[in-house]
């Protein structure tokens, strides 16, 4: 649970960022927008990096595979809810998982 709150808490603030500075998009796309999108997609994906994931790849190796699986289904889920393009979904889902799994290597 500590987890998913800390992904929340740094992934949604990250997203905010990107699409509001970033994306050609922004002026169409709303704070609530950015927040449900960034919230589903954090929400679905980390029980699956976390319980799914493992219990069919090597520990050693999931954190790394895993992280990429989630920020391409993140950036399905960015592309379909925010409208962006798929570089653009792509590009923002790999930094809001750099900037997670970098500050939870930190913390934890």
């Known amino acids: 649970m ?7 808490l740094i992934e ?8 509001k500075n970033f994306s050609k998009e ?3 796309i709303s704070n609530k927008e950015i927040f449900v ?8 994906s ?12 090597n520990a ?12 391409l289904i993140e950036a399905v889920i960015l592309n379909q809810l ?5 570089k653009e979904s792509v590009l923002m889902s790999l930094v809001m998982n ?4 970098g500050l939870g290597l930190l913390i934890f």
């Open 2 to 8: 500590l987890s998913l709150f800390l992904s929340l």
């Open 12 to 19: 949604i603030p990250v997203l905010f960022l990107l699409v």
């Open 26 to 28: 922004a002026k169409k």
């Open 37 to 44: 999108a960034g919230s589903i997609a954090t929400i679905l």
């Open 46 to 57: 980390l029980p699956y990096l976390w319980f799914i994931l493992p219990s069919y790849i």
């Open 60 to 71: 050693r190796y999931s954190p790394y595979m895993g992280e990429g699986i989630v920020v």
């Open 82 to 86: 925010l409208k962006l393009s798929i």
């Open 98 to 101: 750099m900037v997670s799994f």
